[in-house]
């Protein structure tokens, strides 16, 4: 039996931004950027960890990416699929601690879209918000814990998280980039907060947003992804590096199971603001890192779903069914073993708001602590994987601001790709399997408050596509 198992979120860290990426793609689309620092003792965890770089996130932000991971369910069934608004409705692997008499904890750095308000602290016992060091000595101190820390240092500022991590550094950073720029100060677009800021905290997140927009106006992609690889070393090197040590000692000291994965990545260009609007590959796909001293260390190149966290955890404690049928499918063979692992059906979607919608509504639940309205949401854009294609569909366009303001329905033309032998995905002209693959959104959309009816889309649409002649 596993006496602790302990979750690392990695806000915001897309795969390739870890030098152990077998396959990265940002220096294709960024050819003039090269990076600073490496990875390094993440990266020596990986040599000892099974590891999987091609796991696709079900949604490209945060509340609803990490309610797959806690729940082994797609988004439509765990009910958090829009980006505020809809508490979290299902069972969580703290859930299923909680019924194996194992302490929970959740330390997160953005309690607005990671706490109560989306109903995050179901079944927690001890919910911190960044204190990093509470929550090593609460696991240390635990016969049996279910753990997870959540990081926002990735996130936008980039590498600083605020004024309490960054410190001087920070400020200077601010300052430089307001200075490259050289333009007068007006207050961005994207005022959305995710934790609590006091005014000097929030005035500077502003002022970096500021510059940001100022870029992404310009087109100037490369220089905003160089921040945002700025920003992933900085944060490394500068706050995790030394919380990983003290945590890998903690597991080293007793029967623990540590497992390291991030919501989504970031990727700027005329159809990907950050993360939020955004469903390129970059985007969705995110590192899946798996530890104890009897996993077997590999790398596993076969694109895999965060849903399929939870079954493998629950399949490690003995208990598969605990929590009932779940969308995910169990890793626990190529983990702990040399099964392999069908590159199963895939859905992700992205669920948007105007932003300046969002900000007022934002802004009056945090003065009031509650919602007293409804958030408007549009099923902006929506993907499915299935073998070696997949279907972007776009329903909805922003009009300015890259991708902020100006809500409004536009469909574009269905978008196909199928994957080369590198494993990169190249647009094609086969129509052949975009019928399957509607089906099969067709059918998840249909689902919404159910759970497992993916699993009957994909045996359907799996024979749909071998019917067509297609391997699957």
Known sequence: MVDKIVLLSLDTLRSDGLASDPS????????????GRSTSLLDELIGRSAYFPHCISAAPYTSASHASFFTGLWPLHHGVFEIFNRRLARDTIFSAGKKLGYETVLKVDFPVILGRHL????????YLVEEDEVFLDYVEAADRVVACAHFG???????????????PTYRQRVKELEDEIGAPYEPPGDQLVETYRDPADLDLLHRYK????????????????????????????ERFEAFLARLLDICRRSNALLVVFADHGEEYDADSYGHHNSLSE???????IIHAPDVRPAVHD???????????LLDRLGHPGLLGPLDGESLHGSVWGDAGY???????QAYTSDTAEFVAHQAQMLRHGMHEATLRHVLYKEAVYLGAHKLVRQNYEYSEAGGIYGLRESPRPDRLFEQDADGRWQATRDTVPAGALLQALERYNGSAGTACDSIRVES?????LQDMGYRI
């Open 342 to 348: 069908p590159a199963r059906m895939c859905i992700a």
């Open 153 to 167: 240092g990735i996130h936008i500022p980039y590498g600083f998280h605020n004024l309490r991590f960054g410190g």
């Open 460 to 464: 359907s649409v799996r024979r749909s």
């Open 210 to 237: 500021r510059v940001v927009q100022h870029y992404y106006a310009g087109g100037d992609y490369d220089k905003l992804f160089g921040l945002y690889l700025e920003g992933i070393d900085h944060f490394l090197h």
């Open 119 to 126: 109903g995050f602290d179901r079944d927690i016992d001890r």
């Open 24 to 35: 990265p793609l940002w220096p294709g689309k960024y050819p003039r950027l090269r990076r």
């Open 282 to 288: 970059g985007v969705l796909r995110v590192p899946l």
């Open 302 to 312: 076969t694109r895999i779903r965060s849903i399929d966290l939870v079954p493998t």
